[in-house]
């Protein structure tokens, strides 16, 4: 246990590990993008949302509690005041945990649309 605690995730572990820890507080319609290719900003996005203000800050706390007992913690955290859209910074992993009005408004997934094409759905996750 203590091995596997201790062991460096590479960034599509942390993608899974940040999706399932969404998945565990009902999290609507979870992705992870692979958009290595399209961006340096990082190696995956999770994105997933969320039916209520309240629901989203719990995704995004197990998402980072998550992290935590794994020896990771984010870099930074924006919106969690207004929980519209809440994007938890890991370096090579951004997850993005969204109202749904939000979500589909932002449309992540189409604006990485060729990415969008080779998401992880959690049937392969």
């Known amino acids: 246990m203590a091995a596997e605690r201790t062991r460096r995730l590479t960034p599509l572990q942390l993608a899974r590990l940040l999706k399932s820890a969404a998945a565990e507080k009902k999290a609507w319609d979870s992705v992870v993008l692979d958009v290595r ?9 999770v994105i997933c949302e969320g039916e209520t203000d309240r629901q989203v800050r ?7 509690e998550a992290a935590k007992e794994r020896d990771r913690r984010p870099l930074a955290v924006d919106g969690y005041e207004d929980a519209g859209w809440i994007l938890l910074d890991f370096d090579s992993v951004l997850a993005h945990v969204f109202l749904p009005g939000e979500r589909s408004y932002y449309d992540l997934e189409s604006l990485w649309a060729p990415a969008a094409r080779r998401r992880r759905r959690a049937a392969s996750a």
């Open 37 to 45: 290719e399209q961006t340096s900003v990082a190696d995956y996005f």
């Open 58 to 64: 719990a995704i995004a706390d197990g998402m980072v």
